[in-house]
């Protein structure tokens, strides 16, 4: 097993470093003269126009992919989009439209709920495009359409590598259906793509900020609860840390829309709280801000990730992770590094079964 771990303690932490490599295989075969290619026959840019809505259906953090997917296509294609959870899904009588596609996000191909929603789809006349990263796996067989990720096997139950490259999928299919239905020109399609193709080289200075993440860890390790915030892609990712942390810490933690605070959850923050505020979007990040604060002067201590030229206002923050400028878009794929990456030196700094978590499976084939 430690040959297997490629010199890494853990599975997890090789996984996480992986993405870059993840990335390249998943996107470059994707990639013609500068141009995102869906490698679909029947996909045609003439059938993407006639799409009226997507559904984006999984589980867990192949849902949390789905809710980026969702803003992607929403922001650049301006078509309709939806994300469901497959077990809500399939037993809500989904309203879906002969003219609609659902894009089922699965790592194994094998989740039962997942596969069930599957079914239920296409029982109604929809088609099905899914995203797997198991080759053969019964999801992949069950679909009209697979685009696999090349993420290679993912050992470590938390799902780090997939994540990653569903989203870039889900990117590519968005920059595509925005270019099949003319709301992205050729230039700025050419644009958004060279950026994706980028992603490997964005993303591996975070990976090599694991020592700040590690010592940020070590502040947090004895905390109780915690809260992520975050708004539009920050809010998406807000909810895949808060995951992340829990599932492999054990540490409690919630995810709200940051604007959602004042509505209930700051009643929760008291002196020395953790709150985690995700401000890496532009448009809404004096918005974040002005939330972090509220948090911050009732005791919370904030921990902030935002962009590297943000002015970050006195007595925001406790402390202030960097990321690089990138488009704001596809942020997500920068973003997520560190939240991994603090999830694990939490697990870790608290002696918690890393790779395999207390009650979890790798992949849920029961109800
Ligand atoms: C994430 O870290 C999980 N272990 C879990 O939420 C997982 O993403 C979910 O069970 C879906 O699995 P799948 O992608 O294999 O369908």
């Known amino acids: 097993e430690a040959a297997e771990k490629g010199g890494y303690p853990h599975f997890m932490l090789k996984e996480i470093n992986e993405q870059p490599a993840a990335i390249m295989a998943t996107v470059s075969p994707r990639v013609e003269d500068g141009l995102p290619v869906l490698r679909i026959p029947e996909l045609t840019d003439e059938v993407l126009r006639g799409i009226g809505r997507v559904h984006l259906v999984g589980c867990g953090t192949a849902m949390h992919a789905g809710m980026v997917g969702k803003s992607a296509i929403e922001a650049l294609a301006r078509v309709p989009a939806e994300v469901d959870i497959a077990s809500e899904f399939r037993y809500r009588d989904p309203i879906l439209e002969k003219n ?8 194994s191909g094998e989740t039962s709920d997942t596969l069930a929603a599957l079914k239920l789809a296409k029982s109604r006349g929809v088609p099905v495009l899914a ?3 198991v080759v053969g796996s019964s999801i992949a067989r069950a679909a009209d359409y697979v685009m696999y990720t090349y993420a290679g096997p993912e050992i470590a139950v938390a799902s780090t590598k997939a994540y990653m490259v569903q989203m870039c999928v889900l990117y590519l299919f968005a920059l595509r259906l925005a270019y099949a239905c003319g709301r992205l020109s050729e230039a700025e399609t050419r644009r958004f793509t060279a950026q994706l193709l980028r992603a490997p080289e964005v993303i591996k200075p975070r990976l090599a900020d694991c020592e700040q993440i590690k010592y940020l860890a070590s ?3 004895n905390t ?3 809260f992520f915030i975050g708004r539009g892609f920050d809010y998406a990712l807000s909810l895949e840390g808060s995951l992340k942390l829990k599932e492999i810490s054990y540490v409690h933690s919630d995810a709200y829309a940051a604007g959602e605070l004042k509505h209930g959850t700051i ?5 020395g709280v953790p709150v985690i505020a995700l401000a890496t979007q532009k448009q809404v990040y004096e918005k974040t801000i002005s939330n972090a604060k509220e948090t911050r002067s009732r005791g919370a201590r904030v921990l902030l990730f935002t962009t590297k030229d ?11 992770i960097r990321l690089d400028e990138y488009e704001d878009i596809l942020m997500p794929l920068q973003l997520i590094v560190p939240l991994q990456l603090f999830a694990y ?11 395999k978590p207390r009650n979890l499976a790798k992949s849920v084939t029961v109800e």
């Not at 609609?100 to 790592?107: E, H, K, M, R």
């Not at 009643?267 to 002196?271: A, R």
């Open 100 to 107: 609609d596609l659902v894009i089922i996000i699965s790592q």
């Open 131 to 133: 995203i797997v990263n």
């Open 219 to 221: 502040r947090y390790v």
């Open 224 to 226: 109780q609860s915690c």
């Open 267 to 271: 009643s929760l923050i008291t002196d």
């Open 310 to 320: 943000a002015v970050v206002p006195e007595g925001v923050a406790d402390a202030v």
């Open 345 to 355: 030196y939490m697990a870790v700094l608290r002696g918690c079964d890393v790779d």
